[in-house]
Nanobody
């Protein structure tokens, strides 16, 4: 059983920044398919950013150039979010697979509003 715990969400004004963290109960490099997703009310879950073993990253079109995904050398994955706008308001989830099973965190709420 792997646990993923997100933190760092909150209320931020348009144009502001937040840094989300995803703490894993195993080494972060033990997970495959590590990524961030988000889901806004009434909308489908949306891919935000992903990072693979070698460090290759990819981003959803809506966040390219504004968000950055990274990992430390232990058990945490990050999502640096800059130039936030109201359309970024959502619950953000981290995910990763371990021994063939996919795990998700409980989510952290990000609200962008004046």
């Amino acid at each position: 059983q792997v646990q993923l715990v997100e933190s760092g969400g909150g209320l931020v004004e348009p144009g502001g920044s937040l840094r989300l963290s995803c703490l894993a109960s195993v080494g972060i490099f033990s997970l495959s398919g590590t990524a961030w997703y988000r889901q806004a009310p009434g909308k489908q879950r949306e891919f935000v950013a992903g990072i693979v073993g070698g460090g290759t990253t990819r981003y959803g079109d809506a966040v390219k150039g504004r968000f950055n995904i990274s990992r430390d050398l232990k058990n945490t994955m990050f999502l640096q979010m800059n130039s936030l706008n109201p359309e970024d308001t959502a619950t953000y989830y981290c995910t990763g697979s371990y021994r063939g099973r996919s795990y998700w965190g409980q989510g952290t709420q990000v609200t962008v509003a004046s």
